[in-house]
């Protein structure tokens, strides 16, 4: 990579070149469960014919009209799937449900932070959805409008993600975690007049002020007409008399009736946005539609989690990022799978939370993030010891890579040794698992081990050559996959110009990433090549912080780095000019400022202030000068900086 190597990557290589070494082979019991047994027949069977292949799998979902063709290329990159189909994924996710014996299974069990507890079957989630619905439609809510969703890990948040589908229109959901400036441009960038919240939400032991919150985004940006409130912690809320509402008194509104007809969309028809960082500027509006998502998100996870009718499966994610949205909320319910969410923190009141949960409700499969993992493994390993935790059949994990420490730590502690760890390499734009093993794959700590069924990725160098063993370069995707975001919304330039542009005559999408592949073909992350920052997991761009660091009135100029940290993986280094004759702000002010504009993922953990930037002669500051000096390293080559 052109950006040179710095200590700390080296230190990553020495590990995966160990890792590389290890083999976890699947034991007999896992591999006479799995569904795939012969995973390189079943891989080289989906490349001999991939629209045959994408067509089959679509084959177990149901349909109101099947597509005239699988695969439309003829506007590359705008691809479209299952051209001419007539769905709703709430169809498949829901409606078609209650005609089986699912009916009565239960499709959510949530339990939140306090302690009380909720479960839906799929018929009464229907409902509720039906209910929503009819809320939402008396609004004036319509087909292809867009209803952002601003809360914290409740049930309301799924039921109105699923309402909003279900009338097709298409929702924007914000994480709870994020704060005023981030709600504002997501809401003003959707142009959404219906906002649905909460008053506030749990968060260990504290309540956030969610509604105080989405009160000042609403007036930033202008378009909300409606709010719609959840009553979840009781806490006093403004409500402005005519524009907001409270969710359970509407519900209680003949408006608000069991039934109400799913609307028939075309495959290709908008099902939600969701925003994510990207290389500049303001956050991009990942656009992703009913038809193609729906067969992906399904497929993905009868392959990997091997989901059985009898499984209770828990993605700890939050549904406010894709993990949520493709693995809480549409992939599991489309399997008629048994959900766990829960609301609060893994270490809230103690590091025994999860465990607890685990026995508690004889849990299957747990999906997490290495920031989770390494932030639990922290403590004692008597706390996962007191509980039974036997009924734990695979793990999984996702978002960074996840260090061989941490992950034999997951597997040997919570899995008790026999649980495989599937490591699931994909992103928001990707709608689903792109690189991940299935349970009768070997495994190497700390690889996402190999592309799925219908999924062409490799590693190039820059020129597009195919690298050799060990090489590092960049991670493309070489063939279109039915799960792909479809553009960024309102935007179409951005998204051929941020995926597609780099590998153009090629035709690849470029993930971002870089990568290297072992002998075996065994894909190993490196991490982003371009200006993403992942804090805990959490996606977050450099402009977004930068921006809000330069709204304090003190700042004239600010760049933010990632640097190591050992539980969240990367945490946020800020460097800032300060504005001539103004106060100098104390770094806590900063860091306050950040966290009321962005939210408390964005915050900094060191701001530095410094009297100038290093920066190239075209202007462009060299994140690699930051990143050496905040880790104390050498420069390295300086010869293009400015002056
Ligand atoms: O850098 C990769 C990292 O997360 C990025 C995508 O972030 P986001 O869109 O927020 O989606 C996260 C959840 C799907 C990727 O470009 N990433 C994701 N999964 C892994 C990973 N890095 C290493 N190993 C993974 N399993």
């Known amino acids: ?90 169809d498949n996710a829901l409606d078609r449900h209650l005609k089986t014996f699912r009916r009565n299974k239960l499709a959510l069990i949530w339990e939140g932070e306090p302690g009380d507890t909720r479960t839906f079957s799929y018929q009464s989630l229907h409902r509720e959805v039906c209910r929503f619905a009819g809320v939402l439609r008396s609004m004036g809510v319509k087909r292809g409008d867009r209803v952002t969703i601003y809360m914290g890990r409740i049930p309301e948040l799924v039921i109105a993600m699923l309402a909003t589908a279900k009338l097709g229109a298409v929702h924007s959901v914000v994480y709870g975690g994020f704060s005023t400036e981030a709600l504002a441009d997501r809401i003003e960038d959707a142009q959404s007049r219906v906002l649905v919240t909460a008053d506030g939400g749990w968060l260990r032991g504290k309540t ?39 969710y359970h008194e509407l519900m209680s509104l003949p408006i608000a009736l069991p039934r109400c007809e799913t609307e028939e969309m075309d495959a290709e028809d908008p099902l939600f946005i969701l925003y994510t960082s990207g290389t500049t500027g303001r956050p991009k509006g990942v656009l992703h539609t009913h038809g193609g998502y729906q067969v992906f998100t399904s497929s993905t996870l009868r392959w990997v989690f091997d989901l059985k009718d009898e499984d209770r499966y828990w993605c700890a994610a939050d549904p406010g990022w894709i993990t949520g949205h493709s693995y809480i909320v549409y992939g599991p319910l489309i399997l008629g799978a ?74 040997n502690v919570i899995g008790g040794g026999r649980t495989q760890i599937m490591d699931t390499w994909w992103q928001t734009e990707t709608g689903g698992f792109m690189i991940s093993p299935m349970p ?53 330039e951005r998204y051929v110009s941020q995926y597609f542009s780099t590998f153009k005559k090629q035709g690849w999408y470029l993930t971002g990433d870089s990568a290297r592949k072992d002998a075996d073909g065994y894909i190993w992350i490196i991490g982003r090549i371009d200006d993403v920052i ?85 202007g462009k500051i060299m994140r690699r000068v930051l990143k050496a000096r905040a880790l104390g390293l050498p420069e390295g080559d300086i010869s293009t900086l400015e002056g």
């Open 534 to 618: 992942k804090v805990a997991g959490y996606r977050l761009g450099t402009a977004e912080v930068e921006s809000a660091l330069v709204s304090h009135g003190a700042v004239a100029e600010a760049a933010v780095i990632g640097v190591p940290d050992e539980i969240k993986g990367q945490a946020i280094h800020a460097f800032v000019i300060l504005r001539q004759g103004v106060p100098v702000p104390l770094e806590e002010d900063l860091k306050a400022h950040v966290r009321k504009e962005m939210g408390p993922i964005a915050v900094p953990a060191h701001v530095s202030i410094v009297p100038v930037l290093p920066k190239t002669r075209s």
């Open 208 to 246: 956030v002020n969610l509604k105080q919150i989405a009160d000042e985004a609403v007036q930033r940006s202008g378009y909300v007409e409606h709010v719609i409130v959840v009553r979840r912690t009781g806490q006093e809320v403004a409500m402005e008399a005519g524009r907001d509402y409270w």
């Open 338 to 411: 048994t959900s766990f969410m829960y609301e609060g923190a893994p270490n809230h009141p103690y590091p025994n939370r999860w465990w607890q949960l685990i026995e508690k409700y004889g849990l299957n499969i747990l999906y997490t993030a290495p920031t989770a993992i390494r932030g639990l493994m922290r403590f004692a390993e008597s706390w996962p010891r007191r509980y039974d935790l036997s009924s734990l059949r695979l793990l999984g994990t996702v978002g960074e890579p996840i260090n061989p420490e941490a992950w034999r730590w997951y597997r």
């Open 1 to 90: 990579m052109s950006d040179g190597k710095l200590e700390i990557d080296k230190e990553r290589e020495a590990e995966i070149l160990k890792a590389e070494a290890e083999l976890y082979p699947p034991s007999p019991e896992t591999l006479e469960a799995a569904r795939i047994k012969d995973v390189e027949a079943f891989y080289r069977r989906s490349l001999d014919d991939l629209a045959g292949f994408w067509e089959e799998q679509a084959g177990t979902l149901e349909w109101r009209r099947r597509w005239d063709k699988v695969l439309d290329e003829s506007q590359a990159p705008f691809y479209k799937w299952y051209v001419g189909a007539k769905t709703n994924i709430v």
């Open 440 to 492: 009768a794959v070997p495994l190497k700590p700390g690889s996402a081990t190999r592309p799925l069924p219908g999924i062409v990725a490799d590693v190039v160098t820059e020129e597009g050559k195919s690298c050799g063993p060990n090489e590092d370069g960049l991670l493309v995707i070489k063939r279109p996959w039915p799960g792909m975001l479809r553009t960024v919304y309102g935007d179409p």
